[in-house]
């Protein structure tokens, strides 16, 4: 983090640094501190007179670079810095090897939130309560509404990862800078294991990265006063945000996200007549996300989707992916003529959305504004939640599914979110053993979506599914 600050301190060509008022640091997993924005500011010798630790969340940091041109927009700070990083890779590395790292302590009270913490008991025990098993669950709903067979959904995703990874490639930065084809992706391998149902290891986020960066925010006129020169400005323009329900099994259905179509929809009308990006970053922690987000932007099925190089290619430092990405789309859009980008942030299981538009020169048509939510727009759109009988026996159909896989390539068995033919929702498991059911899940050329078959309680208590002869 001190690395990044002191580079962004660089590339402006000022001291800025000494100035910063207002210091975010976006929430550590690899390591966390017992209070980072206190140690960064004493190694930086800096008193910002405002000091934040984030939340858990993917779009912190689209949230924080937001939230902090508001701050300088009303006034109420003159320099603001956003910083994270992550190092998993070598703490992962270390406790394989049996080492102690030799680094500042890890705060021993700290309460790093996850998926077990808050989701339902039965998806936990499951094992649908991790990111790479819940949004195989969107993944395979939204190929079944939009027509696709398995086969077809893989080819979009294999396409679109594919520029990911070659964005990646290109991008000094990244963690993995070698281009992968559609079909290295998306075809399992012993160096690419299936994860999921549909998802192999190289479609999904990597967070075993050592990586950092950080962003800097003044008003324009303290950039000009400091002599920043104007082709190196990028300005903020507007925002939209919005939030799901914490449990996916409280939402309405599994074929789009409501809160990401209205914060996506309320950036288009923000921009107007400009109609276009001309640089996007759409969260690329798996597939599903960025394919939907295309969908409700209108973009073009080969649309380059990243200007970073993606989750799982560039990298996935947890919480601070869009802090790069930001820092990327500044690069790309410095010095052109009238050009703007679409930073797109999502944290959770397709929970929390939040997107801000930078434009390479400031804004005529688009401002900055408080009244940013899009919730009510959002909520409104919700149809009946399904109410949940995990006690259920009887027959049953597949509203969404995955199958998961353990690290030898093996199935370890199936997950079928169900409803009744009363309208309950219910989760069950399909046994590995049950070729006839696992076969119709993993069927590439037809989606099981719809499909009947019977819940029984096994005799651990776990509702048991099995499809119908």
Same mark, same amino acid.
């Given at each position: 983090?001190?690395?990044a ?8 060509g ?7 008022? *207002? ?18 500011? #004493? +190694?930086?010798? +800096? ?14 940091? /689209? ?10 927009w ?10 994270? =990083? ?19 302590p ?11 913490d ?6 936990v ?16 709903? $939204? ?11 893989? !080819? ?12 990646? =490639? @290109? ?11 559609? &079909? ?5 391998a012993?160096?690419?294991?299936? /994860?999921?149902?549909?998802y $192999? ?17 003044? @008003?324009?006129?303290? =950039?000009?006063q ?8 990028? !300005?903020?323009?507007?925002?939209? =945000? ?63 989707? $990243? ?49 801000? /538009? ?17 919730? &009510? ?33 093996? +199935?370890?068995?199936g /997950?079928?979110?169900?409803?009744s ?24 050329? @037809? *989606? ?12 651990? &208590?776990?509702?048991?599914? #099995? +499809?119908?002869?």
């Open positions: 983090m001190e690395a600050l002191r580079e962004a301190d660089k590339d402006t000022s001291s800025i640094l000494s100035m910063i008022d *207002s210091l975010d640091v976006i929430q550590e997993f690899s390591w966390p501190y017992a209070d980072a924005p206190a140690q960064l500011s #004493e +190694i930086l010798n +800096i008193e910002p007179t405002r000091r934040v630790y984030g939340p858990v969340g993917g779009e912190t940091p /689209v949230y924080f670079i937001h939230e902090a041109a508001l701050r300088i009303r006034g109420e700070s003159e320099v603001a810095a956003v910083v994270g =990083a992550e190092a998993q890779y070598a703490v992962t590395s270390a406790q394989k090897q049996g080492m102690d790292l030799a680094w500042s890890r705060d021993p009270l700290a309460k790093l939130i996850r998926g077990t808050y989701l339902h008991r039965v998806a025990e499951l094992g649908v309560a991790s990111p790479a098993s819940v949004y195989p669950f969107y993944e395979n709903a $939204t190929q079944a509404a939009w027509g696709q067979t398995p086969e077809q959904g893989r !080819h979009e995703s294999g396409k679109l990862w594919e520029k990911c990874s070659s964005v990646a =490639a @290109s991008n000094p930065y990244a963690w993995q800078q070698h281009a992968l084809t559609a &079909e290295e992706i998306t075809h399992p012993s160096s690419n294991r299936m /994860v999921a149902w549909p $192999t290891v190289h479609m999904v986020a990597n967070p075993q990265v050592n990586q950092g960066a950080a962003v800097l925010l003044t @008003s324009a006129g303290k =950039a000009r400091l002599g920043i020169p104007e082709e190196k400005m990028v !300005h903020v323009w507007c925002g939209a =945000a919005s939030n799901e329900p914490a449990d996916y099994l409280d939402r309405d259905q599994y074929v789009k996200v409501h809160s990401q179509e209205a914060v996506l929809e309320r950036i288009l009308q923000q921009i107007g007549d400009l109609g276009r990006f001309d640089q996007l970053e759409l969260y690329s922690c798996f597939p599903v996300v960025p394919k939907m987000a295309r969908r409700t932007l209108a973009l073009s099925a080969d649309a380059n989707v $990243t200007c970073t190089g993606g989750l799982s290619f560039f990298g996935a430092p947890l919480n601070n992916y869009m802090t790069h990405a930001a820092a990327a789309m500044v690069r790309a859009l410095r010095g052109q003529q009238k050009s703007i980008g679409l930073l797109y942030g999502q944290g959770g299981y397709m929970t929390k959305h939040h997107a801000i /538009v930078l434009g390479s020169q400031a804004s005529t048509n688009s401002r900055l504004s408080d009244d940013y939510s899009v919730q &009510e727009l959002a909520d409104a759109r919700r149809d009946r939640v399904p109410e949940l009988n995990m006690g259920y026996t009887g027959q049953a159909s597949i509203e969404s599914f995955t199958v998961i896989y353990r690290k030898d390539a093996s +199935i370890s068995h /997950v079928v979110i169900l409803q033919p009363s309208g309950t929702r219910q989760l069950a498991k399909v046994n590995a053993s049950d070729k006839l059911s696992i076969q119709a899940l993993t069927n590439i050329h @037809s *989606s099981p979506i719809g499909l009947t078959g019977r819940v029984s309680i096994g005799p651990d &208590e776990m509702p048991i599914w #099995e +499809i119908n002869p």
